[in-house]
């Protein structure tokens, strides 16, 4: 059943996952479609002004290449998903503040928490291509965050902010029982795991 | 992607309320419209199952499988105090 | 006729495949004998689940397409290439294997006599299915209402249960309009193109005949035929809508 093939390296697999090849479009809600014109990215929140980049603005900033193994809570598991993005340690440099967190906020609505020590010291990115193409919108385009290091819920599609806050806000699923934090490696699917 | 509508979500309503609910209405927290459940915006393909207002567009109903715990979280969407009532309605 | 679904039953049962059909190429119908079956209205569905070797669960639903009436429960379904249940369904299920699954589910989307008519029935692609049970259903009793199914498919070779839709027109008296969108026989009598305000005008009953309309499809296709029917005047109360997701139309 499925498309679901042998775990053939079961290091690289977290526990309860299967690979897939494929790369499936889970979504709660429908594709937002923001044009480049009026698409801008904005690190706010606890910090002394926000700071905003227009389309070409971001794209001009220092970029990545990078291959990542992303885990969804939905138990798929897909390796070497090759991407292009802004590491995040870019976008919050010179930033300065007493946060702890933030919450990344998107077109459509959804919103998800992390702890700033999950996003920095290159651990995350917002990504703008995916397999060497422009990202496509069902798979969060033009942009989204990518934090592979944690369920792939946490790597907000369609991304337009992240709001730096004192206290942890929990986001969307995180509200509706998922786990705060989501490490795949200690299988922390939902609260109380 | 494509929305599904209510229908999709009847069988996981059914067990929770006890009652057919498909033909059941309520309206949306956030903008006051009255719709029948069925007519609601259904994304399936997530960690849980979201319905939205075809209106607004908002989400008035989660659907979530936690562990072994099923769960309807339905506070944006104001049904009448007995569902049973509603649903058994014919139009 | 059973009325179906008790308060607060939903179990999970198992049905035993009797008889596969293929309707289509990509279309297979599944005849299910199943002890506890309760009975169901014409449109309403059931709800498959499969359960892997390991342990991995996938869950669909799939629209009973057998009348209340019949001997056997019937499920059609459609291939999706990218599916993780449907392949199996129509590539790998055989008689005497068993499938799990919960109904009948559903009451929004259900026809009965007494809810009057005239019908009209508005299918796009795997569509269809839920109205075979409404037309079988409807050829039983009184057809003290008249019913007319419009239904669109790619080429003649997708239409589903096309002979036995022509029976139903020719001994029953449904009103049954194809339409083919991609490619359709040099001459062929019936609807070329696809489900557009024109046609739609043209063959629906005008508003004034306040015919309880049902449409059932991808979720384009539903939503655009139901916003025209809409605009052409019909109470949206009246036009009743189930949405399959996108799929090969």
């Not at chain 1, 526990?15 to 790369?23: A, I, M, S």
């Not at chain 1, 291509?129 to 819920?153: I, K, M, N, S, T």
Request: overall charge negative; aromatic content about 8%; proline content about 7%.
């Amino acid at each position: 059943m499925g498309r679901r093939r042998p775990i053939a390296d079961p290091s690289r697999v977290p526990p309860g996952q299967y690979l897939t090849e494929d790369f499936p479009v889970l979504s709660a809600g429908p594709t937002p479609h923001t044009s480049l014109d009026e698409w801008s990215f904005t690190v706010g929140g606890a910090i002394g002004h926000p700071v905003s980049w227009s389309w070409g603005e971001f794209i001009a900033l220092p970029s990545e290449s990078i291959v990542v193994d992303i885990h969804c809570v939905t138990k798929w598991s897909k390796l070497d998903a090759t991407w292009k993005g802004v590491s995040v340690d870019t976008l919050l440099e010179g930033v300065e503040t007493e946060a702890e967190y933030l919450t990344a906020w998107c077109d459509g609505g959804y919103t998800t928490n992390l702890a700033l020590e999950d996003v920095i010291g290159g651990k995350s990115w917002v990504a703008y291509e995916y397999d060497g193409q422009p990202l496509h919108p069902e798979h969060g385009g033009p942009a989204r965050l990518l934090v592979p290091h944690l369920y792939f819920w946490k790597s907000a599609k369609w991304v337009r902010g992240l709001t730096l806050t004192l206290d942890d806000e929990p986001g969307f699923w995180e509200s509706y029982g998922y786990h705060n934090h989501g490490d795949p490696w200690l299988e922390q699917r939902y609260q109380g795991d | 992607m494509d929305a599904l509508d209510g229908n999709a979500i009847a069988g996981e309503l059914f067990e929770h309320f006890g009652v057919e609910m498909t033909s059941a209405r309520g309206s949306c927290a956030h903008c006051g419209a009255t719709t029948q459940i069925a007519e609601l915006r259904v994304y399936a393909r997530a960690p849980g199952t979201v319905a939205r207002c075809q209106g607004c567009g908002n989400v008035v109903m989660v659907l979530t499988v936690i562990g072994e715990t099923r769960r309807v979280d339905h506070q944006s969407f104001q049904l009448p105090q007995r569902p049973g009532q509603s649903s058994q309605c014919h139009d | 006729m059973a009325r179906a679904a008790l308060p607060g039953r939903l179990t999970w049962q198992l049905g035993r495949v009797v008889e596969l059909r293929d309707e289509t190429p990509r279309c297979r119908s599944i005849a299910l004998e199943l002890p506890d079956w309760p009975g169901h209205r014409a449109g309403q569905h059931v709800d498959v689940r499969l359960t892997a070797e390991d342990g991995y669960q996938a869950q669909r639903s799939y629209s009973i397409a057998s009348a209340p009436e019949d001997d056997e429960l019937v499920l059609t379904v459609e291939r999706l290439e990218d599916g993780e249940v449907s392949p199996y369904l129509t590539g790998e299920l055989r008689p005497g294997d068993e499938l799990e699954l919960r109904g009948p589910i559903g009451g929004y989307f259900a026809w009965d006599q007494a809810l009057g008519g005239p019908l009209l029935m508005v299918a796009g692609g795997s569509g269809v299915v839920p109205f075979r049970a409404m037309l079988r259903y409807w050829a039983t009793g009184e057809r003290a209402v008249p019913s007319r199914l419009l239904y669109s498919s790619r080429s003649l070779s997708d239409v589903i249960y096309r002979d036995e839709l022509m029976d139903l027109a020719a001994d029953d008296g449904a009103d049954i309009q194809l339409t083919l969108t991609r490619e359709w026989p040099e001459d062929w009598p019936g609807h070329r193109g696809r489900l557009d305000r024109a046609l739609l005008e043209q063959v629906a009953w005008p508003a004034q005949a306040q015919p309880l309309v049902y449409v059932c499809g991808p979720t384009t296709l539903v939503e655009a035929v139901a916003s025209t029917l809409v605009e052409l005047g019909h109470d949206p109360s009246r036009v009743r809508t189930e949405r399959f997701g996108p799929t090969g139309t």
